[in-house]
């Protein structure tokens, strides 16, 4: 009989996000017997001092053995990993694996996927709902298979976005479901003594998740490339872009005066959609009643924070305060 405590499984994962899944299953007694992650990542000027991922420092705190592969497909990984003879592999914001590893436990390797698959395939699911302006997403167990977050779903569970909502909101939200969903997709599969339904992707249609969508929309890696601001969007467009990348990856513009560049890349943090129309050229920035607005294609967006190039984080009154333009000043 398989129950949660003698039910061995290996964990993988790197992240803040996934440490909360393996959290729970540490607190609810289940047999984690060993914690795969990402390997220590140098950071600081000179690269010179190592980080160990959030993973790792919970799972040593915890008296868990952890593995660090420079290559998933690594002979003495691999006969490593073999000798815990795991039942079930847990996967959360990690890598691409290998057949080799994927395949190998008996009941299967699971991975938790930030959307609602087959919605929002690949490394950024939660930037590029919000950056798309869906209202809903939400959370999905599936089996791994050859390829990247198309495997057999399993269960799924939805969460609103709203309209005010960050990147930071829905990860913390998201990050907990995914916990709550991780689990219960585990004990449906010891209920069902190793088996457990499944559905195709291909089975699942946009009308289950109550979305009006016409495509998949993928969810790529997000490069700083990716978060330049095109102003010559509508106001609605741009603040959802905005929200999207913030806190981080976070979005970032180019002032200019006079039509030459001023030096200043701008980090934007948060707006505020007005609902005022403009016929200024997208990009115009000007000041009025204290606040700090810039031209969109249709309307005036509001900025609320934001960062210059070399200072901290600021609301948009403390810029204001020391901001004098004298000339025709742009976002480009």
Request: glycine share 6%; net charge negative.
């Amino acid at each position: 009989m398989i129950t949660k405590e003698n039910l061995r499984i290996i964990f993988m994962g790197t992240p803040e996000f996934a440490v909360e899944t393996l959290k729970r299953l540490v607190e609810e007694g289940y047999h984690v017997v060993a914690v795969v992650t990402q390997p220590d990542k140098p950071v600081g000027r000179h690269g010179s001092v190592l980080r160990a991922p959030a993973v790792k420092e919970y799972a040593l705190a915890h008296g868990l053995p952890v593995l660090q592969p420079e290559k998933m497909k690594d002979p003495e990984f691999i006969e490593t990993l073999r000798s815990y003879k795991a039942e079930l592999q847990v996967v959360v914001a990690f890598r691409m694996l290998p057949e080799v590893v994927w395949d190998m436990p008996r009941f299967g390797t699971f991975n938790v996927h930030a959307a609602l698959l087959p919605l929002y395939r690949g490394a950024a699911p939660i930037n590029w709902a919000i950056i798309n302006g869906e209202t809903m997403t939400g959370v999905t167990t599936f089996f791994l298979d050859h390829q990247i977050d198309t495997g057999r779903i399993i269960k799924q569970r939805a969460f609103p976005i709203p309209d005010d909502a960050d990147v930071e909101y829905v990860y913390d939200g998201l990050m907990h479901l995914g916990a709550e969903l991780a689990i219960e997709t585990i004990q449906a599969i010891i209920d069902g003594n190793g088996e457990v339904e499944s559905v195709p992707q291909d089975k699942i249609t946009l009308d289950d998740h109550h979305v009006s969508l016409t495509s998949l929309n993928p969810a790529p890696k997000i490069f700083k490339e990716t978060c330049e601001i095109s102003w010559n969007k509508s106001a609605k467009q741009v603040y959802d872009f905005i929200r999207g990348l913030s806190p981080v990856p976070v979005a970032w513009s180019t002032l200019y005066k006079d039509g030459q560049m001023d030096g200043n890349i701008v980090k934007i943090y948060r707006t505020a959609k007005t609902g005022n129309k403009t016929n200024k050229p997208a990009g115009t920035l000007i000041i009025v009643q204290g606040k700090m607005m810039v031209a969109c294609t249709d309307e005036w967006l509001e900025i609320k924070e934001l960062q210059m190039a070399g200072k901290k984080r600021m609301d948009a009154g403390a810029f204001i305060n020391g901001f004098r333009p004298d000339t025709d000043v742009m976002f480009k």
